[in-house]
């Protein structure tokens, strides 16, 4: 329950500090002025993730897979806006080859930069306007490796891929604007040799078999960050329904976790009602849950509408996914050091969802882990700020829900559900940050809670008192 969703994380050895990293590249956002987009959006944990000077309102994404040449033809088609005039402007991409880029059809220069796309556009978007970019590109997608030395972004399978973009892996399968930050509606129009099945987020709209080929259409209408994106690849068995308040439910699962998967599936609607009755109603018009078998991965991701799961889920792994899609995916995070934000409230909807179906209290779930000694590997790294190495470390989990736990305790359980939904309502499609999320408390609360959250989120070690 309390463990992060994954196997322990290899180290990397020769990580460049990211500071240095963004000086050299010219990363610093302050640092580009003028008429150019900035490389990244300013975040300190990843200094290149997405980019100054637009944002996306649209991607339409159509893409080909061959799982056994692992061969991918991807056309991405941008519908951005500028937040300011143009001459040049970034998109994140990791590998690949570009084949062609136009900006409002027109054909732009462009380079590539390590992860940074350079597209000089033959007339430069002016600010506030709105411009289209078509990129097509080709080849074999494969993941990166994060600070923490987990893989993330296109990770091929036996049967097809596993894609699961947190935090950087969106820009391994299509130009992105790569951060949170940034949030979009998306068309996925994804081709695979008949017997395989592509799975994406939001609703199916359309299946086709032709030539030996199956192309699904799924369509994303709600806002989503580019690394809860997934276009899922594999031999899939699929179930679909509506619930009885409208969600479309779409799951499609790999038949070697079948068996072990069923039981656990059946509850989805029942933990999103329950999620809909805790912290207000559920985000999307579509869910579901993608099972595949994918050691490489490791671990399972909330992927926007419809989690993808490494192997089958147990309860408390459903339960988790599930919450993330209020917290993490409708509320987004605004920079990864805030990263608690979703898996602490994640985590302690898992101790919620037990103590109010006849499991352990909350409280006991806490106390377990405060009576762990001082070194453990629990109090290792404050959850407020753990560093890009280690955004998925124990005490971001485990940690950040007693973090939420001693709120709960100096607010009172009226207040602190008071707390959650009006979180999850004012920043309903879109970000928040961890001082945001402290006013909102002590202005339902009436209390002052900066020394509580300082306590809990930023004092290095093991804090004195529960
Ligand atoms: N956010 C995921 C979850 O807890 C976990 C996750 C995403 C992860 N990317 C990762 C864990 C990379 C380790 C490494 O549901
Ligand atoms: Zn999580």
Redesign the pocket.
């Known amino acids: 329950m309390t463990h ?3 196997r322990p ?1 290899l180290r990397t050895t020769a990580a460049l500090p990211f500071a240095l990293a963004a000086l050299l590249t010219g990363a610093d956002p302050a640092l580009a002025a003028g008429p150019v987009g900035a490389s990244g959006v300013g975040d300190p944990y990843f200094p290149l993730a997405g980019n100054g000077g637009y944002y996306v309102d649209h991607y339409d994404l159509t893409l080909r897979y061959d799982p056994t040449s692992r061969h991918l033809d991807g056309r991405a088609v941008l519908t951005a806006r500028a937040t300011r005039r143009l001459t040049r402007f970034d998109l994140d991409l990791h590998g690949l080859k570009v084949t062609g880029l136009t900006v409002d059809r027109a054909p732009a220069a462009h380079r590539r930069d390590g992860q940074e796309l350079v597209v000089t556009p033959r007339r430069a978007p002016g600010a506030g306007e709105r411009f289209r970019v078509t990129v097509t590109y080709s080849g074999e997608p494969g993941p990166v490796t ?1 600070p ?1 030395g ?1 893989l ?1 972004g296109w990770i091929p399978t036996d049967d097809g891929a596993f894609v ?1 973009g ?2 950087q892996g969106a820009m391994t399968w299509f130009p992105a604007n790569n951060h949170p930050k940034d949030k979009s509606s998306y068309d996925f129009t994804i081709t695979v040799p008949d017997g395989r099945t592509a799975v994406a987020n939001g609703v199916l709209l359309d299946r086709r078999t032709a030539h030996g080929r199956t192309t699904f259409h799924w369509r994303q209408t709600e806002p989503m960050a580019a690394c809860l994106a997934t276009a899922t690849i594999g031999k899939f068995q699929v179930e679909q329904y509506t619930t009885r308040s409208g969600i479309r439910v779409h799951n499609a699962v790999d038949p070697r976790e079948a068996t072990a998967a069923a039981p656990v599936l059946k509850k989805l609607p029942s933990v999103l009602e329950w999620g809909s009755g805790l912290f207000g109603r559920y985000p999307y018009r579509a869910a579901g849950a993608i099972v595949d078998r994918a050691p490489r991965a490791g ?4 992927t926007q509408t419809r989690p993808v799961y490494d192997h089958a889920p147990d309860l408390s792994t459903l339960v ?2 599930s919450a ?1 899609q209020w917290f993490g995916d409708s509320v987004s995070l605004t920079s990864w050091k805030d990263i608690w934000l ?2 602490g409230f ?1 985590t302690y909807a898992e101790w919620l969802y037990a103590e109010q179906h006849g499991g352990a209290r909350a409280q006991t779930a806490f106390d377990a882990l405060y009576a762990t000694p001082a070194d453990d590997a629990l109090w290792a790294v404050p959850p407020g700020d753990p560093g890009g190495a280690h955004l ?1 470390d124990t005490p971001v989990y485990a940690r950040g829900a007693m973090t939420l736990h001693t709120l709960r305790t100096a607010v009172g359980d009226r207040a602190f559900f008071r707390v959650l939904r009006t979180w999850a309502a004012e920043h309903r499609h879109g970000n928040g940050t961890t001082d945001q999320f402290r006013r909102l408390a002590e202005r339902v609360s009436g209390k002052g809670l900066d020394a509580l959250f300082r306590t809990w989120l930023h004092l290095r070690g093991k804090p004195d008192t529960p």
């Open positions: 992060p969703r994954r994380a994060d923490d987990s993330d699961a947190e935090p671990y399972a991701l909330e988790h996914e993330h979703n898996e994640a998925f």
